[in-house]
């Protein structure tokens, strides 16, 4: 478990709070995959699709074994299994995992880019990333993911919706 990534999850389709909750607990099913923390969830207007339902957000580090590829496979076969359709590029689903950083590697392949294309410009992203590691960097770049999140003027559409205040990984989603 010696690679560190951290993956974006949102949802905006039925029990979003569920939505969550499902994913987690399938990512936390794999032997080869280990929870290290997750940041609090925030509610959040959508981004390039505009007329869909708000987003709840938030982000995860993991520890894994798995090389980045597989990685994706997993959280796409995760996808599937919860139910995800793709019809609308930024559309509504129901989940979506994203692997944002692996290690401080970049790729590019077909299917995965590692970090991921459009992670320094989404306030949706870093705020969470940067709540649960707040002195990372953009690889390649070796520019802080903080001066990123500066530069958007607009991140009034990303709203804490569930706080953790030191909190286990699961302890947000505990009923």
Known sequence: MKNRAFIALGTNIGDRFRNLCDAISLLNEEAEIELVRSSSIYETDPVGYTDQDPFLNMVIEVRTSLEPVVLLEKCLQIEHALGRKRIIRWGPRIIDL???LYNQENMETEKLF???PRLHERAFVLIPLLEISPDEKLPRTNQSLQDFLDKIPDREGVRVWK?????????????
């Open 98 to 100: 994203d692997i944002l």
């Open 114 to 116: 590692i970090p991921h």
């Open 163 to 175: 706080q953790k205040n030191g909190e286990d990984v699961f302890a947000l989603f505990e009923n």
